[in-house]
């Protein structure tokens, strides 16, 4: 029922990030889970880098904002990766959200809705 191509970019955008913020050599690693009790799909990218501070948070999903501001775009990136992820996760009824990675970084945790439960989004018919 998800539109797979946006579900792509999701992922591609948080590895992408998580590539950018991790030191060479320590591990990223992607998590896929379904919550029965709440009829969920469950996606975590975890790195293990410096992490993000609790007061940035809700900022990162922000279009154009960027955690490290000398960065320039040929390098950092445009700060829309983060946005996008949101903006597509929202589309499908789900959440994105950035928690400490235990021992060190953070973990995206996407949440989107099972096909056939009552929060998935309906087909569109003509």
């Known amino acids: 029922m998800a539109e797979e191509n946006k579900l792509r970019q999701v992922v591609t955008n948080l590895m992408g990030n998580a590539l950018r913020y991790t030191p060479e050599g320590s591990p990223i690693e992607i998590a896929v889970q379904i919550d029965h009790r709440t009829e969920r799909a469950l996606l ?4 293990h880098g410096e992490g993000i501070p609790p007061q940035i948070r809700e900022k990162i999903f922000q279009r154009f904002w960027r955690a490290d501001t000398s960065r320039a775009r040929e390098t950092g990136g445009s700060g829309l990766g983060l ?4 903006s ?3 589309a499908h009824r789900g959440t994105v959200e950035v928690v400490d990675t235990p021992g060190g970084g953070a973990t995206f945790r996407v949440s989107l809705p099972l096909a056939g439960s009552a929060a998935a989004p309906k087909p ?3």
């Not at 975590?44 to 790195?47: A, H, I, M, Q, T």
């Open 44 to 47: 975590e990218v975890r790195d």
């Open 83 to 86: 946005a996008i992820v949101s």
């Open 88 to 90: 597509i996760v929202t």
């Open 124 to 126: 569109v018919t003509a």
